[in-house]
């Protein structure tokens, strides 16, 4: 079945011990990216990669990292995270980008940082 | 900033059709529309998407009108499994981020 498979599902954490969510996909596909989604601001992208070892920021990448050393995963990392980075994350991958393509989501991670 | 303007929730009734409208009048040549839905927190969901003529398949269909600035997505007939948040998006990417702009959406109630 084709899918991006996210983990954890639900987090809490404290402030400023460092977290990874890891992302894959099955799909082959070349473009992959991060979302969070907040109430009243919809979703907004983090960062975003073209292909292996080609990645690069979105709208909103202040204190997130990210790393595509295989193409199947996207892993986003939080160094230190803070409470302003409580959300639900979303990734999602497609076939390199034309105008013509549908993207497929993974399920969500609700993080807590307290 | 997202280049649609959708109703912000609409009403159904279980086995009617879902009409969706989405106003994109400031669309350009090449964009397509396409249309997600989210339900209940989940990842988003690809529904459909055309640039043009009219597409339909196994889920909804799309109506484009002829000068493009606006659409609308049909559900044939709407289950309550179909309540969720739909999203009309004009696909417009110059700098090539692949990114997609999710605008606040319709949520669409099915009621029994």
């Known amino acids: 079945e084709a899918q991006v498979t996210q983990n954890p599902r639900y987090l809490i954490t404290v402030t400023g011990k460092k977290l990874t969510v890891t992302c894959s996909q099955n799909?082959?596909?070349?473009?992959m990216s991060w979302y969070r989604q907040d109430p009243g601001l919809g979703l907004r992208q983090i960062y975003y990669?073209?292909?292996?070892?080609?990645?690069d920021k979105g709208d909103v990448p202040e204190g997130y990292k990210v790393s595509r050393k295989e193409k199947r995963n996207f892993p986003l990392i939080l160094e230190s995270p803070s409470p302003n980075q409580t959300s639900l994350y979303f990734c999602?991958?497609?076939?390199?980008?034309?105008?013509?393509?549908?993207?497929?989501f993974g399920q969500g991670t609700r993080l807590t940082v307290v | 900033d997202a280049k649609t303007t959708q109703p912000t929730s609409m009403d159904c009734a279980e086995g009617r059709a879902a009409n969706l409208p989405c106003n994109h009048s400031t669309i350009s040549g090449n964009e397509y529309v396409y249309w997600y839905r989210q339900i209940h927190s989940q990842g988003p969901q690809y529904i459909i998407h055309g640039l043009k003529n009219n597409e339909t398949n196994e889920m909804a269909s799309l109506i484009i009108t002829e000068d493009r600035k606006s659409s609308t997505l049909i559900l044939p007939h709407a289950t309550l499994r179909d309540t969720a948040v739909y999203y009309c998006i004009v696909r417009d990417d110059p700098s090539n981020t692949g990114k997609l702009i999710f605008g606040q959406g319709t949520t669409l109630q099915v009621k029994p």
């Open positions: 799909m082959n596909h070349e473009y």
């Open positions: 990669s073209m292909n292996v070892e080609v990645t």
């Open positions: 999602a991958s497609s076939f390199y980008s034309p105008l013509n393509t549908e993207a497929f």
